[in-house]
């Protein structure tokens, strides 16, 4: 239950042994998604000889390939070894996003940019299934958010670093270099990660006694469920599903296309459309760690979630209305909706495992987190398109903001616990599962 938290002074360590490495490689795996968008400022549909249209269908390849093997991944982490399957992701995914700067075949990059999807699908829910495994309840959404911390400040430096390195070098250059680093990274997170706190000896036996008493005790609290089925049946998640699904529609349409709608609006060289594009994600980083501590001190997830999507969709539509009557206030509203869309994200996945059993919760993060890159293949694709055939980004950003008002909705009203549909529906199962065994 929300509160539970481990009091002994060993258990600090966590904070400093697990969260770095868990931020630096979800960082680096929004890095080598992200920067396609610097790409796309900096000419790469001129370097490839390209049509804008094909640009648009290569930055929403990747989340078709993120979308397809989610759950299946998931399964593959709860069988084997999270640490261990997020280090071959970790290499994979580097050398699919090096390739992007070595490849000039149109189909043969399209095709690198839906494996570089495929091999980053699982990690995210990995992440979260290693943190169940360090972090109760009382202190998940700051957990998940110094996780997701990774987007936002990875946005932030890579915006301005990218911008530099691209005019240093070139675009290829820079994917080829930013590459690089997630493959390095792989033999650090090798080192470093134990997939449970039973592995490691730098907890004592007390703190690590007293942290898995506590992850049991948050499990006696929690329906029993007998398969991912009976879990994917539930209003709840279904509920999950769909504001994710739009939610993702807004923000990955947003942080894909805000370079090139920077660029355009300002005509500014990409090294300070880099620093512009940056700021609206220092606000997000600084509303993230703020919504986070008061939704573990509370211990209400829900109403830290639907406001504040809300929020971000009227401040986008702010931005479409005033764009074309200059570009400081439009630009005043990116920075408030881009603080909007991120702050949720760490009560937003806290939900989950609070809601379900360990046995089913993992593969329903990975339903989640697939319904949401789905959402994000159209958000860039449809932006793209918007962009392309209107000749501006006011379309784009106007059906963004639709999509995250729309997410916020999709959890306003009733929220029932689902217990007592999860308890008929296992009884069911494990009625037909003993039928089927005699």
Not at 194 to 205: H, K, Q
Not at 259 to 273: E, L
Not at 288 to 295: D, E, G, N
Not at 327 to 342: Q, R, T
Request: charged share 15%.
């Amino acid at each position: 239950m929300p509160g539970n938290t481990p009091v002994h002074p060993d258990l600090r360590r966590r904070w400093a042994r697990i969260l770095p490495a868990v931020f630096i490689t979800y960082s680096l795996a929004y890095l080598d998604r992200a920067n396609f968008g610097f790409g796309a400022a900096a000419g790469m549909a001129k370097t490839l000889h390209i049509s804008g249209y094909r640009t648009d269908l290569l930055g929403a390849l990747f989340f078709l390939g993120y979308f397809l093997p989610q759950v299946p991944g998931v399964i593959l982490v709860r069988r084997y070894s999270a640490r261990l399957l997020i280090f071959l992701a970790l290499v994979a995914w580097g050398a699919f996003a090096a390739l992007t700067g070595v490849i000039h075949t149109f189909w043969l990059l399209a095709a690198d940019r839906l494996l570089l999807g495929v091999a980053e699908s699982f990690v995210f829910p990995a992440l979260l299934i290693v943190l169940t495994h360090w972090f109760t309840s009382g202190e998940r959404s700051r957990a998940n958010t110094l996780l997701m911390l990774g987007n936002p400040v990875t946005v932030l430096w890579m915006s301005a670093a990218t911008g530099f390195l691209i005019r240093a070098t070139d675009w290829q250059q820079a994917f080829i270099i930013e590459g690089g680093l997630a493959m390095i990274w792989g033999m650090v997170w090798l080192a470093l990660v134990r997939d449970t706190p039973g592995e490691v000896s730098w907890l004592s036996a007390p703190a690590r006694t007293e942290l898995e008493s506590s992850l049991n005790r948050e499990q006696q609290h929690l329906p029993r469920i007998v398969n991912l089925r009976a879990a994917f049946r539930d209003r709840n998640v279904i509920l999950l599903c769909i504001n994710y699904f739009f939610w993702s529609l807004g923000i990955y349409g947003f942080v894909l296309w805000l370079p090139v709608v920077i660029h355009n609006a300002t005509k500014t060289a990409i090294d300070i459309t880099g620093l512009l594009s940056a700021v609206p994600y220092f606000a997000a980083v600084l509303l993230m760690l703020a919504i986070s501590h008061f939704s573990d001190r509370s211990a209400r997830r829900r109403e830290f979630v639907w406001p504040i999507l809300m929020l971000a969709g009227v401040a986008l539509a702010g931005s479409y209305f005033t764009l074309g009557h200059g570009f400081a206030l439009a630009y005043v509203c990116l920075i408030v909706a881009a603080s909007c869309m991120y702050a949720p994200y760490g009560p937003f996945f806290a939900m989950i495992p609070e809601m379900l059993p360990k046995n089913v919760a993992g593969g329903t993060i990975a339903l989640i987190n697939s319904s949401g890159a789905l959402g994000g293949f159209f958000g860039v694709w449809g932006v793209g398109l918007l962009r392309t055939f209107t000749g501006g980004s006011k379309a784009g950003f106007l059906l963004m903001s639709f999509s995250l008002i729309l997410s916020g909705v999709v959890l306003l009203g009733d929220w029932p616990s689902g217990r007592t549909r999860f308890a008929q529906y296992s009884h069911r199962e494990e009625n037909k599962l003993e039928s089927e065994a005699e």
